[in-house]
């Protein structure tokens, strides 16, 4: 995480930046609805922010639209988002919606040079507070991660990178979908586990393995995925929904994105 946070509009100098975007809207005590500072009525905090904030209109579905700006703010906000990942990973593999929707996001002010704003950070809090019931797992925020720094074992000491990853296989218990590093006939391997899967019996299931030479092969891999935490959900979605074979092929694409472009 970059101690860089951009404010752009200047939204800490008028509102509480650790609270959740729109706290200063006030119920009307006869109705339902929200009313903002102006006196102006809104349904929910959700159309606040996509009509009124980002003058969006109303031909879009507004949960779908939230969701994809929740799972892109977070995603930003906890890493370095490549647009080829991108791409692959929320745009499905349309370029020209990822390269028109990130732009759109800067032109809000909502992240500059890549990094979420103090007011998209915020957005971001209203959006994870606002999701109905029966919605996919949201990952923690701010989650720790190895970050690669020199040498083979990129700066790290063993007990370093077990202390990290130890901590985010702790918050994978928490989602239905979660990585684990978890031996395959005394073999280093990782796994993808789904919880309480099936109708009639909800049973813990292994949807996807991978195994490897040797500990800190599978540790360095494991880093990779445990670096996207709130990406898990969906890629669970995926090897439930696919197979195996369609997370590999997923999971193949986004590392060869996330490699450097030779001269950029």
């Not at 800490?12 to 009525?41: F, I, M, Q, S, T």
């Not at 032109?107 to 109905?132: F, K, P, S, W, Y």
């Not at 500990?215 to 696919?242: P, T, V």
């Amino acid at each position: 995480m970059s101690k860089w946070i951009p404010d752009p509009r200047g939204y800490a100098n008028e509102r509480l930046v650790d609270l959740p975007w729109g706290y200063w809207l006030r119920k009307d005590p006869e109705a339902k609805e929200l009313v903002d500072e102006n006196g102006e009525v809104w349904e929910s905090l959700r159309h606040y922010l996509w009509h009124g904030r980002l003058s969006m209109g109303s031909g879009s579905n507004l949960d779908l639209a939230c969701e994809q700006l929740l799972a892109v703010l977070h995603a930003a906000s906890n890493r370095r988002v490549t647009r080829e990942e991108a791409v692959h990973e929320f745009f499905f593999e349309v370029w020209r919606e990822s390269w028109h929707y990130l732009a759109w996001l800067e032109g809000q002010d909502l992240t500059e040079h890549g990094e979420v704003t103090v007011e998209g950070r915020a957005i971001l809090r209203m959006l994870a507070a606002t999701r109905g019931r029966d919605v996919a797992d949201l990952a923690p925020l701010d989650f720790p991660t190895l970050h690669p720094l020199n040498g083979l074992d990129h700066g790290t000491t063993r007990a370093e990178r077990e202390q990290v990853m130890a901590a985010l296989e702790a918050m994978g218990r928490a989602l239905r979908y979660r990585f684990v590093r978890e031996p395959i006939a005394d073999r280093p391997a990782i796994k993808l586990i789904g919880c309480e899967m099936g109708n009639n019996i909800p049973l813990t299931r292994v949807l996807w393995t991978l195994t490897f030479v040797d500990d800190y092969a599978r540790d360095r891999q494991f880093a990779w995925i445990a670096h996207r935490l709130d990406r898990w959900q969906s890629w669970g979605e995926l090897a439930a929904e696919h197979g195996a074979r369609a997370l590999s092929e997923h999971l193949l694409l986004l590392k060869f994105a996330h490699e450097p472009i030779d001269g950029v």
